[in-house]
């Protein structure tokens, strides 16, 4: 479990900001994970990135596969996205002003 | 380097759902008193609640009282609680719930504006954005002052023993923080990282509670002195496999049943309480009837859709993983299985000893959240109400104890004040030097302390415990132990904190319960636990760091030792098995009516740890008065 960036980074450091273990450092106006295997998966990063440069994945040795997911955030929308080596998989939208049914 | 010298009235240390709700508190009650929460990471995502919360859990629905709720906490403990603490708690749980709704928490409702429960304890909500909206609260009070990225890790104590405030490090430039303040309100978290995790691999933090609670609230009280209670009573959590994520909203929101490998439903054989439904799971695999499930096939189609997105708001790696398979939970079952055993007060009774104020043991000390023990079942709301009582004490205590006029020793002296210092750390190398820095910190007279020469020896001595971590030189004494250390991380390219961190969670996975020995342990695997665990704290001491990031994953690793040392203690001491798998004694492998009635608490006295029995029916209103 843990994250990557692609080239949509533009380095401007809100995820190295909010990541709650300090993991993400910038260098040479892009950010990088110094630390891959302490991520906890909580996606805070993912949230906070305003241009989807950041790709949340599943480690092998958790039964990962090629699946990763984005999210864009639209207003009070949530739109997780899952990518896999063919393209966009599925879109989920979450509404943020309504409640989980369970 | 950098040192900067901070004072203010109240220190918080941890910025999580009790430190940020102690902070409104205090700044509702006595909005002119300066307050700083210190935060290791930033409390817009910290701790437990980074990804969100998927439920509010402890609520006192509607045709419900607060004896209903601590009844069920007590019989969940299987007695080993404090009433006292889960009465006053659970008077506050709605009263915290309305606050965060005001605060914009989406919570939701029926067609007559009530909340919608999920359960007899329990409400539905979207807690996607929990900590945004605690910490935007926070952000906007003038009195409140947050420091994020600073980790603290010592308690400064004056002669008399009472907490003046603490000792910490900044994490991305090498900086140090002095923080005099004249009450501490600690609410680290729990501790989690202690024992191999399901993964010890690439995926090492992919487990249940934060991995970046790493038991600092603890082990600084322990140093401190303060009573500990419990640690014996461990969390294991019931969750999905590999992806670690909550079972709740598959067991209570679509009203899935265990089953085993024969499709057997095995929850009613073991019982219902938290250890018996993680202990029945572990008996099946046992057993030969695993692996075991929660049987979500037979559910909608629109149902699995609708756990996809509840899951995002609080674990998006199940969601991930059932697009990714591609199945969904009606057409395939969850596969559970247990985590390594946690220290974490919001759900079992581990933790700090405190009073029904939330004071600890140690004056001017109070503990909030999942540091405090003897409240089990506490949860986010029950966390949210022991801030709020915490920071009453704080307040009621200041106000009774200390001249309102007096500003200088008053709560409502009301300003921070903050001086900066710089030192070498080629400085650090003599004592002398130590001395004069230590002494120019402490030179200004705004505060006054009991005794200035034992301050300035325990800033010395944290600065030179630093130092010995930092800097590149050996010394001489630890030298042949950190090379021991520096060989073996060339193999794999790890710190040496890293691989001391590995040390030591397969002594305790091995020796005191964990995954590998199905949380069995004895009282002979325990002496070797300790033993081990000894022995490793002295390696540690030679342990050297590359940059303050790598001090910070160090001195997390230390606290974790510490913690580590008391919980042996614990599980040594209580000579039965009360709760299942969480303290699986087989030397002891039945309930003991004797052990029915006390506590077992322990304190840390010249280097030792004490055991100390306390009653469950006994008096702890005040533990005591700040003079």
Not at chain 2, 197 to 210: I, L, Q
Not at chain 2, 302 to 309: C, H, N
């Amino acid at each position: 479990m843990s994250i990557r960036f692609n080239d949509n980074c533009i380095g401007c450091g809100a995820c190295a900001k909010v990541c709650p273990g300090s993991l993400i450092k910038i260098k040479d106006n892009r950010a990088y994970i110094k630390y891959p295997k302490d991520c906890w998966g909580c996606v805070s990063c993912v949230k906070v990135c305003k241009v989807n440069a950041i790709e949340f994945f599943l480690g092998e040795d958790m039964g990962g596969s090629d699946t990763y997911m984005q999210v864009e955030t639209k207003d009070h929308y949530l739109d997780w996205k899952f990518y896999d080596s063919n393209g966009l998989k599925r879109t989920i939208e979450v509404d943020r002003t309504s409640s989980n049914k369970y | 380097m950098k040192i900067e010298r901070l004072t203010t009235d109240v220190l918080i240390i941890g910025g999580g759902t009790a430190g940020c709700y102690s902070a409104l508190t205090l700044a509702d009650e006595a909005p002119d008193a300066s307050v700083i929460i210190a935060e290791k990471a930033n409390i817009v995502r910290s701790g437990c609640l980074a990804a969100g919360v998927n439920a509010l859990n402890a609520y006192i629905t509607e045709g419900h009282t607060p004896s209903f709720y601590a009844d069920y906490a007590m019989k969940d403990a299987d007695g080993i609680a404090r009433y006292d603490l889960l009465i006053s708690m659970s008077k506050h749980l709605n009263e915290v719930t309305a606050r965060l709704e005001k605060l914009g928490l989406v919570i939701l409702k029926d067609e007559n504006g009530k909340y919608v429960s999920r359960g007899a304890r329990n409400i539905k909500i979207n807690g996607e954005n929990i900590k945004p909206i605690l910490a935007d609260a926070v952000s906007s009070l003038p009195s409140v002052k947050v420091i994020n990225h600073l980790n603290i890790s010592d308690l400064i104590l004056d002669q008399d023993g009472s907490v003046i405030g603490a000792l910490g490090n900044e994490i991305d430039e090498e900086k140090l923080y002095i923080i005099f303040s004249k009450a501490v309100i600690i609410a680290t978290g729990g501790a989690a990282g202690i024992y191999k995790p399901n993964h010890p691999g690439f995926s090492r933090h992919k487990m249940w509670y934060c991995p970046f609670n790493t038991g600092a609230g603890y082990a600084m009280g322990i140093r401190a002195g303060a009573e500990m209670t419990t640690f014996e009573m461990r969390f294991i959590a019931l969750r999905c496999k590999d992806t670690i994520a909550p079972v709740g909203t598959l067991a209570q929101g679509v009203h899935a049943k265990q089953v085993n490998s024969f499709g057997e439903i095995y929850e009613d054989k073991y019982g219902l309480t938290t250890s018996e439904r993680l202990y029945g799971t572990v008996e099946e695999n046992e057993e030969g009837r695993g692996p075991c499930y929660l049987k979500t096939v037979g559910i909608s189609h629109e149902q699995a859709e609708d756990l996809e997105k509840a899951y995002l708001n609080m674990a998006p790696s199940q969601t991930l993983r059932w697009i990714a398979r591609g199945k969904s939970a009606d057409e395939e079952n969850v596969e559970i299985e247990g985590t390594e055993p946690y220290i974490v007060g919001g759900h079992t009774a581990s933790g700090f000893f405190i009073d029904d104020g939330r004071r600890t043991t140690v004056k001017r000390l109070y503990a909030a959240g999942d540091v405090a023990g003897g409240c089990p079942q506490k949860y986010v709301t029950g966390a949210l109400a022991e801030g709020e009582l915490a920071a009453k004490s704080v307040v009621q205590d200041f106000e009774n104890e200390f001249s309102v006029n007096n500003t200088t020793s008053s709560l409502h002296g009301g300003r921070f004040d903050i001086r900066e210092f710089d030192a070498d750390f080629k400085d650090f190398d003599h004592t002398d030097d130590l001395k004069e820095i230590a002494s120019e910190i402490l030179s200004a007279d705004d505060f006054s302390f009991k005794d200035k020469d034992n301050i300035s020896t325990e800033i010395e001595n944290y600065l030179q415990m630093i130092w010995s971590h930092v800097s590149s030189k050996d010394n001489s004494e630890n030298g042949d132990r950190s090379n021991n250390i520096s060989e073996s991380s060339s193999l794999e390219n790890e710190s040496q904190a890293e691989i001391l961190e590995a040390k030591m969670q397969d002594i305790m996975d091995r020796y005191a319960g964990g995954i590998s020995t199905h949380y069995a342990f004895t009282e002979d695997s325990l002496d070797e636990a300790d033993s081990k665990i000894n022995d490793l704290m002295v390696e540690a001491e030679g342990v050297k760091c590359s940059d303050f990031q790598d001090l910070t994953h160090f001195l997390e690793v230390r606290e974790r030792l510490l913690v580590s040392r008391v919980l042996i203690q614990h599980l040594k001491a209580r000579k039965e098995t009360r709760w299942h798998s969480f303290d699986e004694n087989r030397s002891y492998p039945d309930k003991d009516s004797s052990f029915g009635k006390v506590f077992i608490n322990t304190r840390l006295r010249d280097g030792n740890i004490e055991v100390i029995k306390r009653p469950i029916d006994g008096d702890y209103k005040v533990f005591r008065v700040v003079t």
